[in-house]
C-alpha cells in the first residue's frame, strides 16, 4: 500500500479563525477543487494563486487526497527544491494547523541533485514516496537522460507552472501521460503566448488575497530630484529607507536587483563607499552551498541585504524580503509579478509594507507605466494580474468549444488552437445564412489538412498545405510544403462573416464566402467600413488613399499620401475629387493604443498578432462599430475626403450615364453565354455598352447591349439584390471564373454598376458619393461657343436621322464643319459602342490635342432654358473618360474601325482617316504631352439665356473635366 492511501484517513480540513489555526478559505477552495476534478477527468489541472498564499500547502495535501502512489514534484530552481524537499519530509506546516492527524511516520522524499543517467538510476527512484528535481536532472528532453520507465509517477505537481511549456518541463511532463498533473502558478501566462497546457479549476485572485491579509500592502517609491548617479541616489535611498523600517521595529532585509554579473560588482562597490549597508552578491554562478550560507547570514541578521542577479525571483520563500533596490527593472509582467510576489508575504512576524525603490522611467508593462511618479502600484498591480488571469481563463474556455473533425496530416496530429496568432486582417461579407458544416474545397494545389469547428462561436479554423516546387527544376527532392491558415468567423448578432486568410486573393475570399453562405453575399458599403474609425482619439494616419470619384477617371485614379501625419497633406479641395479609398493608421480607443486600417474592399487591419479568442473579440468589435448608427468623424483633414452616405431610396436627380464598377475595370471579368442561339464566347464584359433607358418608381431600366443582341436589366434599393431581370437572355450570361462560374446578376449585385447624376454624384448599390460644389462657381460663359444653325440649314431637334424636309442633321453639319478644319486625323465613330461621336487630333509644337464631340439634339424647335438637353449631352463626358488611356484607345478604335468596314449602314464618306494615320499620330506625339478635350454639340443651349441651373450642370462637368487633367470643356450652342 502507497504510503498516501495508507493516511489519506489523516487528512482533515480545519477551518482557520482568529483563535486557531487551519485551512485559510483560499487553500479549502484549491484542495477541494483539485479533488472535485480528479474524479471525473484526467486532464491537467491548473491552481492560480498569488505567491506566499500557501500553495505549497496544498501541493503537498494533493498527494494525500489523491491517494498518490509516488509523486514527482517540478522546481524551477535548487533553492526552492530543497525548501519543498524540507517541507513534504516534515510535513510540519500540515502538522502545526492540523490538516494532517494522526501521522506516526514521515514520508520518504528524495531531492534529485544530480541528472539520471541510468535506467538502474530510474529504477533506484522507486524507493521513495516523493520526488522532488529541477527539470534539468530528470528531463527525457535531455540527450543524456534516458527514457523512465512507464508509471514511475501517478502524480506530478509542477510547482511555478508557467514554465511547463519550456522544452525540458514538457519533456517530463509528456513522459507520463498517464499520471495525474496539478500545476501550481501565480502568473499562468508568458510573454512567448505559449500555452501552459491544462484547465483551470481554482483561481484565487491577488485582490481577494490583499483582503484576507495574505498579500501584503506594496508601494512604490520614487527617486527624484537627482544631480548625479542614478545608482548612488538608489543606494542612498533604499539605506534610508531600511534604517527607517529597521527604527520602526520592522525585521526587513534588503534586495539589490540587476541583470549581470558586471553589474553586480559595479553595485556592491557603489552600495561600499556611499551606505553603511551590509550586503553580499548570489548569482547562478554561485554554488549552491554558497548561495544557501548567504541565505543563511541574512536570516540570523549577520547581513542586511543581498545584490541578486536574476536569482530568488520565483518559488522562494523568504518572507523578511521587503525592501526592493530596482536597478535594472524586469520589462515582462509575469517576470514582474513573481519578483513582487517575493516581497508581498505576510507569514512571518514583525514585517510591513513591501517598497520598490526605482527611478521614474518610461517602461512599460502591459501598456502600464508602472516606474511613473505617483504609480499607486496595489491597484496597478491587481489591476494587471487579474485582467491577465482572466483573459488565460476566458482563453482556455473558449478554445475549449473547438472540435477537431478533420486531421490529414501527421504534423498537425497534436495542434493546439492556442498556438495559433494570425494577423489581425478579414475580408467582411453581410450574409443571410451561414452553413457551419459546410464542405470547403480550396483552390487547386491546395489540400486541406486540418480543420476544427465551434459551433458555440460559429467558427471555422482550416490549415491547408501545398507542396512547391522550384521554377528550375522537377526533381521532388527540392520541394518543400507551405502550409496556409484560414479562419471563418459568422458573427451571428449582426450577419456579418468574417474571412481572415495567408492567402489574400479576391477570388479565394469570395469563394469561401459563397461556400458557406451562398451567393448572395455582399462587401459592406465604404460608409459602414469607415465606421471603424469610431471613437478613436488623437489619430495619426501613416497611408491614406483616395480613389477619384469617378469610376473610369483615366488620369489620377489613386492618389497614396504615406509618412507620419499624412492626413495633413490633404486639402479641403480634394474633397471635390476624390472619396476615400483605404487608410491606415494609430490612436486611442477606449483609453488603449490601438491601430486600424481598412479599405473601400471591405476589409479590415491592425497591425497585430492576435490568439483566436482575440481575433473574435477584435471581429465582434469590428461588427459593434459598423453597423452602429451616424457617420465616424476622425476631427482631422481626413474628413475633407466625403465617404458614401448610405441611402434607401434612389436621389431624385437625373441620370446622366451609368458605368461598371471600379472593380471591373481593374480585373475584367470574361462571360459566355448558356443561350446557344446567342453565339457569342468568352467576350469581355466591358465590351458591353450600357445606356439608362428610364426610371419609374425607385426602378432604373438599363440596357446591355453588344452588337446583335440587347437585354435590360433593372435596378432598385428594394432589397440587397440591387439588380433583377425577368429577360431569359440576362439570366443565361455568366462571369467565368477559376472557381466556377457565376451569374452575371450575383456579379453585379456584388460588383454594383455605377450610376452617375446630373451633378456628376454617384450611386453605387445603397452607398451614395455626394459631390461637394459648396464653392463652385458658375461657368466661365467663354466655353459657349455659339454656332449659325438656322444660316447652315440645320434641324436642331435631329442628331443624326430624318431631319426636316430641306435640312440637314447635326452631324451632317459637324461633319463638314470639322471638315474644312485642318486636323491630323479626323473619324467618325457614331454607333453602338462609339468612343465619341467624331474624333480628331491635332498636332502643335509641343503637344498633341485629342478631341471627342459629342452630338445631342435640342428638345424643341427653338433653343431654350431645357435643363435636359444638358443632362443627357453632359452624360457624355463620363463615357469619353473612359478612352483618355492611349492604350485603350488604340485597342477600341481599331475594333471600332473593322466593325464600321464591315457595316452596311456607315457612309463610308464619313470615315475620314484609317488606323494608320491615327497610328501615325501617335508616334509623332512619343515626345510631345497628350491633352484631351471634350466638345458637347446641343443647340438646345442658349448662351445669350444661360439660367443658373442650366450653368451649374454644365458647369459640374467642366469641373470634372479639369480635375480630371483634360482641357477645359467646350460647348457648341446657340446664339
Given amino acids: 500500500m502507497s504510503y498516501f492511501l495508507n493516511y489519506y484517513d489523516a487528512v482533515r480540513y480545519p477551518y482557520e479563525t482568529d483563535e486557531k489555526k487551519g485551512l485559510r478559505e483560499s487553500q479549502l477552495g484549491a484542495i477541494h477543487a483539485i479533488a472535485s476534478h480528479f474524479t471525473n477527468s484526467n486532464y491537467p489541472a491548473i491552481i492560480t494563486m498569488p505567491t506566499g498564499s500557501g500553495k505549497t500547502a496544498i501541493l503537498i495535501l494533493s498527494a494525500f487526497v489523491l491517494m498518490a502512489k509516488r509523486v514527482l514534484v517540478l522546481t524551477p530552481s535548487r533553492l526552492v527544491r530543497s525548501q519543498i524537499k524540507e517541507e513534504f519530509e516534515e510535513l510540519q506546516t500540515l502538522l502545526d494547523i492540523g490538516a494532517l492527524t494522526n501521522i506516526t511516520e514521515k514520508p520518504k522524499v528524495y531531492e534529485l541533485k544530480n541528472k539520471i543517467l541510468t535506467e538502474e538510476a530510474w529504477r533506484g527512484l522507486e524507493n521513495f514516496d516523493v520526488v522532488v528535481a529541477i527539470p534539468m536532472s530528470i528531463s527525457p528532453a535531455i540527450d543524456d537522460i534516458p527514457t523512465p520507465p512507464d508509471g514511475m509517477f501517478d502524480l506530478i505537481l509542477i510547482d511555478e507552472a508557467h514554465h511547463s511549456p ?144 536574476n536569482m530568488l525571483g520565483e518559488g522562494f520563500n523568504f518572507p523578511k524580503l521587503k525592501i526592493a533596490a530596482i536597478h535594472s527593472p524586469h520589462k515582462s509582467l509575469e517576470v514582474t509579478l513573481q519578483f513582487i510576489g517575493r516581497f508581498a508575504r505576510t507569514n512571518a512576524p514583525n514585517l510591513g509594507t513591501a517598497k520598490f525603490i526605482a527611478t521614474p522611467s518610461e517602461i512599460e508593462i502591459e501598456r502600464e507605466k508602472i516606474f511613473e511618479e505617483g504609480a499607486v502600484w496595489e ?35 497534436d495542434l493546439s488552437l492556442s498556438s495559433l496568432v494570425p494577423f489581425a486582417h478579414v475580408r467582411i461579407y453581410s450574409v443571410d445564412t451561414f452553413d457551419i458544416h459546410a464542405d470547403i474545397n480550396l483552390p487547386n494545389g491546395l489540400l486541406l489538412v486540418n480543420k476544427h469547428i465551434s459551433r458555440e462561436y460559429s467558427m471555422i479554423v482550416i490549415i491547408a498545405k501545398e507542396i512547391l516546387n522550384p521554377k528550375w527544376t522537377k526533381l521532388n527532392m527540392f520541394q518543400k510544403i507551405q502550409y496556409e491558415l484560414f479562419i471563418i468567423y459568422f458573427q451571428e448578432q449582426h450577419k456579418l462573416l468574417f474571412i481572415n486568410s495567408t492567402r489574400k486573393n479576391e477570388d479565394i475570399y469570395e469563394s469561401i464566402a459563397e461556400q458557406f453562405s451562398g451567393t448572395n453575399i455582399r462587401k459592406l458599403s465604404l460608409g459602414k467600413i469607415n465606421r471603424v474609425l469610431s471613437n478613436l482619439k488623437n489619430p495619426e494616419f501613416f497611408n491614406i488613399g483616395m480613389r477619384n470619384s469617378i469610376q473610369t477617371s483615366n488620369t489620377e485614379s489613386y492618389r497614396i499620401i504615406s509618412g507620419s501625419n499624412a492626413q495633413k497633406a490633404i486639402r479641403k479641395t480634394d474633397g471635390r475629387i476624390f472619396h476615400r479609398g483605404h487608410c491606415f493608421g494609430k490612436g486611442t480607443d477606449n483609453n488603449e493604443e490601438v491601430t486600424v486600417g481598412y479599405s473601400s474592399g471591405s476589409k479590415v487591419w491592425s497591425n497585430s498578432y492576435l490568439t483566436i479568442p482575440q481575433f473574435i473579440k477584435w471581429c465582434n468589435n469590428i461588427a459593434n462599430k459598423v453597423t452602429s448608427k451616424g457617420p465616424a468623424f476622425t476631427n482631422s483633414p481626413l474628413d475633407y475626403i466625403p465617404v458614401s452616405e448610405e441611402v434607401n431610396t434612389v436621389p431624385n436627380k437625373f441620370i446622366i450615364s451609368v458605368d461598371w464598377n471600379n472593380e471591373t475595370y481593374q480585373k475584367p471579368p470574361i462571360i459566355s453565354s448558356k443561350n446557344k442561339d446567342i453565339g457569342f464566347e468568352c467576350i469581355q464584359l466591358l465590351d458591353i455598352e450600357l445606356q439608362v433607358k428610364g426610371k419609374n418608381e425607385g426602378k432604373i431600366e438599363i440596357v446591355f447591349k453588344y452588337y446583335n443582341f440587347e437585354f435590360s436589366i433593372y435596378f432598385s434599393l428594394d432589397d440587397d439584390k440591387f439588380f433583377k431581370s425577368e429577360d431569359s437572355l440576362a439570366k443565361s450570361i455568366f462571369i467565368n471564373r477559376k472557381y466556377g462560374d457565376i451569374p452575371l446578376l450575383d456579379y453585379l449585385n456584388a460588383n454594383p454598376l455605377v450610376i452617375y447624376f446630373s451633378d456628376f454624384s454617384s450611386l453605387i448599390g445603397h452607398e451614395y458619393y455626394k459631390k461637394n460644389y459648396d464653392d463652385l462657381i458658375l461657368i466661365d460663359e467663354d466655353i459657349l461657343e455659339p454656332i449659325e444653325w438656322e444660316e447652315n440649314g440645320v434641324d436642331i431637334e435631329c442628331e443624326i436621322d430624318n431631319p426636316s424636309h430641306g435640312k440637314i442633321s447635326i452631324q451632317e453639319f459637324l461633319n463638314k464643319y470639322l471638315s474644312g478644319k485642318e486636323y491630323d486625323f479626323l473619324y467618325y465613330d457614331h454607333g453602338t459602342g462609339e ?10 509644337d509641343k503637344r498633341i490635342v485629342l478631341q471627342f464631340y459629342h452630338c445631342k439634339g435640342s428638345g424643341g424647335e427653338k433653343s431654350g432654358d431645357r435643363v435636359n438637353d444638358v443632362y443627357e449631352v453632359c452624360g457624355q463626358v463620363i463615357k469619353s473618360s473612359m478612352w483618355t488611356d492611349l492604350k485603350k484607345l488604340k485597342r477600341k478604335l481599331k475594333a471600332r474601325m473593322i466593325t464600321h468596314e464591315n457595316s452596311s449602314d456607315n457612309p463610308n464618306n464619313y470615315i475620314r482617316d484609317s488606323y494608320d494615320k491615327f497610328l501615325e499620330v501617335l508616334a509623332s506625339g512619343e515626345t510631345k504631352m497628350f491633352e484631351f478635350e471634350i466638345i458637347l454639340v446641343q443647340p438646345g443651349v442658349t448662351k445669350s439665356r444661360l439660367s443658373e441651373k442650366i450653368s451649374s450642370v454644365i458647369a459640374a462637368a467642366d469641373d470634372f473635366c479639369v480635375n480630371q487633367g483634360y482641357l477645359p470643356i467646350r460647348v457648341f450652342c446657340s446664339k
Fill in 835 to 844: 468612343i465619341a461621336d467624331f474624333i480628331a487630333a491635332k498636332e502643335h
Fill in 166 to 309: 519550456a522544452t525540458t518541463w514538457n519533456g517530463i511532463i509528456e513522459a507520463f501521460p498517464q499520471a495525474k498533473k496539478i500545476l501550481f502558478t501565480a502568473t499562468p501566462f508568458r510573454r512567448d503566448k505559449k500555452e501552459v497546457k491544462g484547465k483551470f479549476i481554482y483561481n484565487y485572485a491577488i485582490s481577494d488575497a490583499y483582503k484576507d491579509g495574505v498579500f501584503g500592502r506594496i508601494k512604490y517609491i520614487p527617486v527624484e530630484n537627482i544631480e548625479g548617479s542614478e545608482d548612488i541616489a538608489i543606494a542612498k535611498k533604499a539605506e534610508e529607507v531600511f534604517i527607517e523600517d529597521k527604527n520602526a521595529g520592522f525585521e526587513h532585509c534588503l534586495m539589490v536587483r540587476t541583470d549581470r554579473n558586471k553589474r553586480a560588482k559595479e553595485l556592491e562597490q557603489i552600495y561600499a563607499e556611499n551606505t553603511s549597508l551590509r550586503l553580499k552578491i548570489i548569482n547562478s554562478d554561485h554554488s549552491y552551498s554558497h548561495v544557501k550560507s548567504v541565505i543563511k547570514k541574512l536570516n540570523n541578521g549577520e547581513l542586511d541585504g543581498i545584490i541578486c542577479v
Fill in 379 to 413: 491597484e496597478i498591480i491587481m489591476n494587471l494580474s487579474e485582467s491577465r488571469i482572466d483573459e488565460e481563463i476566458e482563453n482556455k474556455q473558449t478554445l475549449s468549444t473547438f472540435d477537431c473533425v478533420l486531421n490529414r496530416d501527421d504534423e498537425t496530429n
